[in-house]
């Protein structure tokens, strides 16, 4: 079935990296353009970053450019988001979630979406 | 302006029509989407394109866009509807989210 499976949440201090992998399975996620969305507790969901399906463009949320790096290797189906310089404003649950254009086409929904994994940013 | 306003919370009755709205400047310049997330699980596409329906989705629920409203409708609410809906739209080419309506079905 159509799968999106994240990992590599956990406690960090703030400053420091820590980098979510996203493996999907059960679709063709090579030809999906694959995004993250974060949720801090008890809040609302917040866009973060997408990449093409090609991994050719990628956007961020003025929020984390420059800290946060999108990538994806379709090779193992798999999607990252490399965090750095984490602040306690990065707690959330992180959601990787896919759109089928392939180029976060504005006709496009995001339809698949994984489990989440939580990260939280703690001194 | 990016900035979506959703109300935080709308109570209906069982087989009531529930209208939930999302506000922002020239909205219905931009496609709409609408997700519904239910406690402890994640997020599921209801609306795409202002007014289509993923495959799987019920036909009571439909979506409108214009001005600087976009509209999502369930007619003849269900409890199984109760959740929290977020409409989503672009800036430029980043998505931006509303901040969330809370559906309470009673």
């Known amino acids: 079935q159509v799968q999106l499976v994240e990992s590599g949440g956990g406690v960090v201090q703030p400053g420091r990296s820590l980098r979510l992998s996203c493996a999907a399975s059960g679709f063709t996620s090579s030809s999906y353009a694959m995004h993250w969305v974060r949720q801090a507790p008890g809040k609302g969901l917040e866009w973060v970053a997408v990449i093409w399906y090609d991994g050719s463009n990628k956007l961020y949320a003025d929020s984390v450019k420059g800290r946060f790096n999108i990538s994806r290797d379709n090779s193992k189906n798999t999607l990252y988001l490399q965090m750095n310089s984490l602040r306690a404003e990065d707690t959330a649950v992180y959601y990787c979630a896919g759109d089928g254009s392939g180029t976060n086409s504005h006709y496009y929904g995001m339809d698949v979406w994984g489990q989440g994994t939580t990260v939280t940013v703690f001194s | 302006s990016s900035d979506l306003t959703q109300p935080p919370s709308l109570s209906v009755s069982p087989g009531q029509t529930a209208t939930i709205t999302c506000s922002g400047d020239?909205?219905?310049?931009?496609?709409a989407c609408w997700y519904q997330q239910k406690p402890g699980q994640s997020p599921v596409l209801v609306i795409y394109?202002?007014?289509r329906r993923p495959s799987g989705i019920p036909e009571r629920f439909s979506g409108s866009n214009s001005g600087n409203t976009a509209t999502l409708t369930i007619s003849g609410t269900q409890a199984m509807d109760e959740a929290d809906y977020y409409c989503?739209?672009?800036?430029?080419?980043?998505?931006?989210f509303g901040g969330g309506t809370k559906l309470t079905v009673l």
């Open positions: 020239k909205l219905g310049d931009e496609y």
């Open positions: 989503q739209t672009w800036d430029s080419n980043t998505r931006v």
């Open positions: 394109q202002d007014n």
